[in-house]
């Protein structure tokens, strides 16, 4: 509807996973959550309530006058119907359960609760709205270029989404000392297997 106040949640996070032999010891585990409210004249663009897909992760941080660069991969999945999201990594998962408003998170053999204060919500409000344009390609992709600075006075940088499907493309969050820029493929609408979800029993 038209008008409407818009409840975003904007997470943030910086995940730096060092592997020493078979064993993947989670190094640094950053998470700053900020409860982003914006009124519109109407949802700019609603993500899909499912979807799924590989998503890369650079990390470049200024270190003694010199970049540092990290980069790593998982698979992302959103669920707004179980109001459920999950992203796998090697030797690792984060499970977020706005259900249970806890985030769970599974490296090297632990496993660590962290507490969501906000709702799961998926659209984008319209005034956000920065341009449209054409990526290229054989059949085009046109995306529309998002700001996260009108969303809350917390975050600065921008998130790129399929202007057809309003599925993710690119987000890049800009801090002061680092960049962290992700990149999504092969994102596809629903989810395969629900398991993803999944968390030990009795839960961390």
Not at 112 to 122: E, I, K, Q, T
């Amino acid at each position: 509807p038209d008008r409407q106040a818009l409840q975003l949640q904007c997470a943030v996070k910086t995940q730096l996973y060092l592997l020493q032999g078979n064993m993947l010891k989670l190094v640094a585990f950053a998470l700053l959550l900020v409860g982003c409210t914006s009124v519109a004249e109407a949802a700019g663009c609603c993500i899909p309530r499912q979807w799924e897909g590989f998503v890369a992760f650079r990390n470049e941080t200024a270190v003694g006058g010199k970049i540092a660069m990290g980069l790593t991969y998982a698979r992302q999945y959103y669920d707004f119907d179980r109001n459920k999201s999950a992203m796998v990594g090697q030797d690792y998962k984060i499970v977020s359960d706005y259900n249970k408003r806890t985030q769970y998170v599974i490296a090297g053999g632990l496993c660590s609760g962290f507490y969501l204060p906000d709702p799961m919500v998926n659209c984008i409000p319209e005034e956000a709205h920065l341009e449209t344009y054409d990526y290229g390609g054989p059949d085009g992709l046109m995306v529309d270029l998002y700001d996260l600075a009108s969303l809350s006075r917390y975050l600065r940088g921008y998130y790129e989404i399929s202007s057809a499907t309003c599925l993710p493309v690119t987000q890049i969050q800009i801090f002061d000392s680092f960049v962290n820029t992700w990149a999504f493929v092969n994102v596809t609408e629903g989810i395969t297997d629900p398991s993803v979800f999944d968390v030990p029993t009795p839960p961390c």
